[in-house]
């Protein structure tokens, strides 16, 4: 069973920067799609981005457009979310996705494995 382990996540005031990473305990075969999702307390679990393995095509929430940006190093076998000017909203727990064998898609329910998480703490 792949495992996926997040890390990067911490506090920054507003307007920094984190960058969070997902390193995949195997090389994944067969993943057509893999996702950042974050929760806030109290909220649903939301897709931040995602990103098609093989084509490279991404999409995003329209809340973090043009501040976020996924990418992935197959070689590491590790995803990465680069998160600029943070605002207090993106504070959330965020965790990594992985989706066997079809297209990305912006439900959870959809996705098969998941990391444990990592805190992202944005003060005003």
């Known amino acids: 069973q792949v495992q996926l382990v997040e890390s990067g996540g911490g506090s920054v005031q507003a307007g920094g920067s984190l960058r969070l990473s997902c390193t995949a305990s195997?090389?994944?075969?067969?993943?057509?799609?893999m996702a950042w999702f974050r929760q806030a307390p109290g909220k649903e679990r939301e897709r931040v981005a995602t990103?098609?393995?093989?084509?490279?095509?991404?999409d995003y929430a329209d809340s973090v457009k043009g501040r976020f940006t996924i990418s992935q190093d197959n070689d590491k076998n590790t995803l990465y979310l680069q998160m600029n000017s943070l605002e207090a909203e993106d504070t959330a727990m965020y965790y990594c996705?992985?989706?066997?064998?079809?297209?990305?898609?912006?439900?959870?329910?959809?996705?098969?494995?998941w990391g444990q998480g990592t805190q992202v703490t944005v003060s005003s």
């Open positions: 990103i098609a393995i093989g084509g490279g095509s991404t």
């Open positions: 195997s090389h994944i075969v067969g993943t057509r799609c």
């Open positions: 996705a992985i989706r066997w064998s079809l297209a990305c898609s912006p439900r959870f329910a959809e996705y098969n494995i």
